[in-house]
């Protein structure tokens, strides 16, 4: 493994289009080739040497890659978006679509990221230490492909619109969650270990969540079938089981239509 | 238009209005039209090695207007990641499926378009209709007002008043700067409001009490009563089900004997659109199969009709229709976001996103559908390639579309990857056709052929003298063309050189000018009818419409480069 490591040496003035910090990028590239990528700042062409001074050395492949940023990047987006092997480590914040499309590699933000974070995933994990805004893991916007893969781990809390359209993968929010959680999900699982505000699974097809706190307002369309025991992300509880959301078309399999699953945890 | 003078030299042309297939020439042009010759001080243009064809002529594309308009709205996600960053000089280009206005008109000239008509026009959001046509560059567009299902034209059809509806075409033409009779899903559309549809052509229209078959005839009548440029426009009923060609060839019926009156050299009285969508046989999806030589055969003897393909091109696309119950059913079918808008007393419209797999059976199927028409037609002269863009799929495609109807090894490529080969040879007829259609062939369908059903042969289609001065150049050898079928697509896609109306607009595939675009309508002038006059202001005076008839007009300035085509109606 070869490391790459950025220092930011200047804060953008308007953001930063950092499109080019993926390893599938710098792979078998100098440091001086690197820091010739594009980038765009608005409409403006810049290249990552204008706002980071490079070195270390990359590897032949992306899986081969380490790339370390070592600062803040608040003003930054797209780091790691569409990599497909290799890791990002950021020092710091992170700005929109950290790992937006992302296909495999490791992903590990110290700070807090903005929104977007994970956004049509497709593999891969996402380890965030902070707090996510909006749209963690969620589909692009009008699409109805959602994340389909991967992991997102947030430590802190999170925004809205968690997993919208979501059809495969994890996705687990260590702290509160906002509203709009699964909406319309087609599949996978989201973990909300703490609070919901509200809108959780609403017009959800398929999939699971689990909410370990308390959901302040329930959809009226999930309805409680059971109470199980189940094992989660490391913590064992008995969960309410819900079904829904009950307005929703289901597809049916063996004559019996599959539902969405929501286990929130017993009081 | 341009001044100036230019001549594209020794390129292998072809134009069919003039029997020429190959000939090595010179074209002329001159002040933005086609000229006997220039001067020796003309601009040249080296088409050695190249074929040189008129612009081309699209008869049928959704690409402006509300409906366009809330696909894109309707679709950020087909914009991602297809929409290349600005360039100086340049209008931003955005969109696959429902490109901006800007891409829209780079994208044609890209594949030497000089003239396409919008499909569909509700005659109250013309003005927005008009807006769009204004901001698409370098082509020259009209557009269709659209006429089945409008409250006026039933009542006056129910009471046989041909002239009548023949005076409300005309009021309404002038009004929206149309420039003929669309009509879609006639009486299906006004049948929506209730939540009712019209599939067969006897099909009673609710309240009104008339049929689709009624409606269709007496539009076909007013319209040959006027004369216009452009016979009646028809997507008929029934579109997209198994099953549906016994009607689509029941309608096709009602042209029978009718026969064509108008000073433009148009022959045919009823143009039968996206013919694809209607040739479908079977009963259910399992039994769906391609009826194209079916409804090819009738066509094929019936000359007094014109159709055009809406090719499926297997992509991810945005249907959107005037078609409202269709797009109901459709959304029903694959779950897709769909959207639905009523507009008064005229006409309805509806969207859904639409995957077309290769690998999902009645989709290839579809696929051979289109392509088999095409190759079942005697008369190509009568039957032109289109996607019915973007419900088939988009307008880009219409290289590999050709590229499918020169290369029987294309085809068999295509048919080859498929998830279900033999389900698809066995619904279809395409893998026993061998017929390669050649460059003056599809010289017919994409120029000669649509020119003349719009009546516009007199502009478009051509490379007589006095033609509009649109020569499309294309990196063909005419004498030895590719093995690769690839490169026949990649050289329609983008022109060598595509000169609009006198000007050099395109250049080795790349837009190197913004050309001079004009909006074509047409102005009939007759006698003035008291009582559609009296209709018309009776209906907004009593608020039936939403807006005051002095908002309703398309006013001049949102079509400020109109070139009007008048029609003179005798009392």
Redesign the interface.
């Known amino acids: 493994m070869a490391t790459v490591t950025l220092k930011p040496t200047k804060v953008p003035e308007l953001m930063l289009e950092g499109y080019s910090i993926i390893p599938d990028a710098f792979a078998g590239k100098t440091p001086a080739q690197i820091a010739a990528l594009p980038a ?1 700042e608005g ?1 403006i062409h810049v290249t990552l040497g204008d706002f980071f001074e490079v070195s270390g050395s990359a590897g032949d492949t992306a899986a081969d890659t380490d790339i370390v940023i070592d600062g803040d990047c608040t003003r930054v987006k797209y780091i790691g978006s569409k990599m497909t092997a290799g890791t990002v480590t950021v020092n710091g914040n992170a700005d929109m679509y950290v790992g937006g499309w992302m296909k495999g590699g490791k992903i590990h933000v110290k700070g807090n990221v903005h929104s977007f974070c994970g956004i049509a995933m497709e593999g891969g994990e996402i380890l965030i230490d902070g707090k996510a805004e909006n749209h963690v893991g969620c589909a ?5 492909r959602g994340m389909k893969g991967g992991t997102i781990r947030i430590r802190g809390s999170a925004g809205n619109d968690i997993g919208t359209f979501m059809l495969g993968g994890t996705i687990i929010i260590e702290n509160d969650a906002f509203i709009h959680v699964s909406t319309h999900a087609e599949g996978g699982t989201v973990v909300i270990k703490g609070d919901v505000e509200g809108r959780v699974g609403g017009q959800m097809v398929k999939g699971d969540i689990y909410v370990l706190g308390k959901i302040k307002f329930m959809m009226p369309g999930f309805k409680k079938v059971d109470q199980i025991e189940k094992e989660i992300d490391g913590v064992k509880a008995t969960f309410d089981h819900y079904i829904g959301d009950l307005g929703e ?1 289901h597809p049916k399999s063996k004559g019996k239509e599959i539902y969405a699953n929501l286990y929130l945890k017993a009081a | 238009m341009a001044s100036g003078e230019l001549i594209v030299k020794g390129g292998f042309i072809i134009d069919p209005t003039r029997k020429i297939d190959g000939d090595v020439g010179d074209i002329a042009i001159k002040d933005g039209k086609i000229v006997e010759k220039v001067s020796s001080s003309a601009k040249v243009i080296d088409a050695k090695g190249k074929i040189v064809m008129a612009g081309g002529v699209d008869v049928h594309s959704h690409v402006a207007g509300p409906k366009v308009n809330a696909g894109r709205l309707f679709r950020p996600e087909d914009k991602l990641f297809k929409s290349p960053m600005g360039q100086k000089g340049y209008r931003m280009e955005s969109g696959f499926s429902i490109p901006s206005v800007f891409k829209t008109g780079y994208d044609y000239a890209r594949m030497g378009y000089s003239f396409v008509m919008e499909a569909a026009m509700p005659p109250l959001l013309a003005p927005h209709t008009h807006e769009e046509i204004h901001d698409t560059p370098i082509i020259d567009e009209g557009a269709l007002p659209v006429f089945g299902n409008n409250w006026f034209v039933l009542e006056y059809i129910k009471n046989n008043e041909i002239e009548n509806t023949a005076a409300y075409i005309a009021w309404l033409l002038k009004t929206t700067k149309g420039y003929g009779v669309k009509i879609v899903n006639p009486g299906g559309t006004a049948a929506w409001a209730w939540g009712l549809n019209c599939l067969s052509l006897n099909d009673q229209v609710p309240y009104f009490e008339i049929t689709p078959g009624e409606i269709i005839k007496g539009l076909m009548e007013a319209n040959e009563y006027l004369g216009l440029p452009h016979s009646i426009h028809v997507h008929q009923n029934n579109l997209g089900n198994p099953g549906n060609y016994p009607d689509t060839i029941e309608s096709l019926k009602l042209a029978e004997g009718v026969k064509a009156k108008n000073k433009f050299g148009r022959e045919q009285v009823l143009h039968s659109t996206h013919l694809q969508f209607h040739s479908y046989g079977g009963d259910g999806w399992g039994t769906f199969c391609s009826k194209a030589k079916e409804v090819m055969d009738y066509v094929n003897k019936q000359k007094n009709i014109t159709i055009d393909l809406g090719c499926v091109t297997l992509d991810e696309t945005t249907t959107m229709t005037a078609d409202g119950p269709f797009e109901h059913h459709l959304h029903g079918l694959n779950h897709l976001k769909w959207t639905n808008v009523d507009v008064e007393m005229e006409t309805a419209a509806g969207i859904v996103p639409y995957i077309y797999s290769k690998d999902v059976l009645p989709n290839a199927i579809q696929w051979a559908t289109g392509l088999e028409l095409a190759l079942f037609a005697k008369d190509m002269n009568r039957t032109f390639i289109t996607t019915d863009h973007p419900n088939a799929g988009p307008f880009t495609r219409y290289p590999r579309v050709i590229k499918w109807l020169m290369s029987k090894n294309a085809r068999e490529a295509t048919l080859a990857t498929m998830k279900n080969t033999d389900k698809v040879i066995n619904a279809t007829y395409i893998h026993g056709i061998d017929r390669e259609l050649t460059l003056y062939e599809i010289a017919q369908m994409t120029r000669s052929g649509p020119a003349k059903c719009l009546g516009l042969s007199n502009i478009y289609g051509g490379l007589s003298p006095g033609l509009d001065g649109s020569v499309a150049v294309f990196d063909l050898n005419y004498k030895n063309m590719p093995k690769d079928p690839e490169k026949i697509e990649s050289a329609f896609l983008r022109a060598a050189c595509f000169i609009k109306s006198g000007e050099v607009v395109v250049k080795d595939g790349e837009v190197t000018g913004h050309g001079h675009k004009k909006t074509v309508w047409v102005n009939v002038k007759m006698p003035e009818n008291p009582q559609v006059t009296r209709d018309v202001s009776e209906a907004f005076n009593k608020g039936t419409y939403t807006v005051n008839i002095s908002n309703y007009p398309v006013r001049e300035y949102l079509a400020p480069h109109p070139f009007v085509i008048d029609v003179d109606v005798e009392a």
């Open positions: 765009h409409k692009y916007r009008g699409d109805w078309r």
